[in-house]
């Protein structure tokens, strides 16, 4: 309630600056001045300049604007709905993180402190993560069959993703060796402490690999890697994405690559790689700035 009332004391105060003291006065063209003003930077009274709105705080301004207006014009005190026509700004998408390459070596080497079941085991998983770019999902969900038998032989690895939907990636010879590795030296062991499951990734009941346990194992590969960076399983998805690209990949490679439904999808990544080519420019150019 209190940005509610804050919302329309700034909204009345916009209207008797613009010298509308009617409600019934008010027109399309006022609301969406309104609502321009609510993104440019203001000065308080005591000079202090204050930066614009973000766009979320924007588009929740202008709903009790709407809202408003709506009520309004259905009790019959305003002839029309002036906001009705009014969007509200989009908010500006976020670009996935994705941490350098050097980065992900460190942390692919730090899940595989020792030789333990566990350890191999959660190599093989970062190493299918980023090799494929595979959803955390996905990589828990994988059975026995889908990387070994004829699809290793073809050095592929067979995804079930969003709406069951299946996809065929290739396995990089870093994946199959550390798959080849848990398999052979790792997966016995833990298989031995459960009851018999197709699954690939088996917690150490001999269970399939949850997705919070994957989540922690991460987060402790991270932490002996030393990173500073935020990391999750789906940043490695981010990197395989980006990396790609960096590359030279073409981006409906990549998307079929991810599964994405749309190449809209798939293009953020290509934000990416703009971005990073406009801070190399901004660096290394002598007349960039």
């Known amino acids: 309630m209190a940005s509610y009332g804050r919302d329309m004391r700034r909204y009345r105060a916009f209207l008797e600056a613009a ?6 006065a008010v027109r399309e063209r006022d609301v ?5 003003s609510l993104r440019e930077p203001s000065t308080d009274a005591d000079g202090t300049t204050r930066p614009g709105l973000s766009a979320s705080s924007a588009a929740r301004t202008l709903i009790a604007v709407r809202g408003l207006h709506r009520f309004l014009a259905l009790e019959g005190t305003t002839p029309v709905d002036p906001a009705r026509a009014v969007r509200p700004p989009s908010a500006a998408r976020r670009l996935p993180k994705a941490i350098p390459l050097v980065s992900v070596e460190r942390l692919l080497a730090a899940a595989s402190v020792g030789d333990t079941p566990v350890s191999l085991r959660d ?20 059975d026995l069959d889908d990387v070994s038998g ?3 032989s073809a050095g592929v690895v067979r995804l079930l993703g969003k709406g069951d939907k299946e996809r065929i ?15 052979v030296r790792g ?19 001999g269970r399939r690999l949850s997705r919070q346990s994957a989540w922690a194992a991460m987060q402790g590969a991270a932490e002996r890697a030393g990173l500073s960076e935020h990391v999750s399983p789906h940043t490695l998805r981010h990197c395989f994405a980006t990396h790609l690209l960096d590359g030279g990949a073409d981006v409906r490679v990549v998307q079929e690559l991810l599964g994405h439904a749309s190449v809209t999808t798939t293009q953020i990544y290509t934000l990416v790689t703009v971005q990073q080519l406009r801070e190399v420019y901004a660096q290394a150019h002598p007349r960039a700035r």
């Open 19 to 24: 010298g509308i003291d009617d409600v019934a």
């Open 123 to 142: 190599r093989a998983m970062l190493e299918l993560l980023y090799g494929c770019g595979a959803r955390i999902s996905e990589v828990v969900g994988l």
């Open 169 to 183: 990636v290739p396995l990089g010879r870093y994946a199959r060796e550390a798959v080849d590795a848990y398999l």
């Open 187 to 205: 997966r016995p062991a833990l298989a031995a402490q459960g009851t018999g499951t197709p699954a690939l990734l088996l917690n150490q009941r």
């Open 150 to 152: 004829s699809a290793a």
């Open 32 to 36: 969406s001045a309104f609502l321009a």
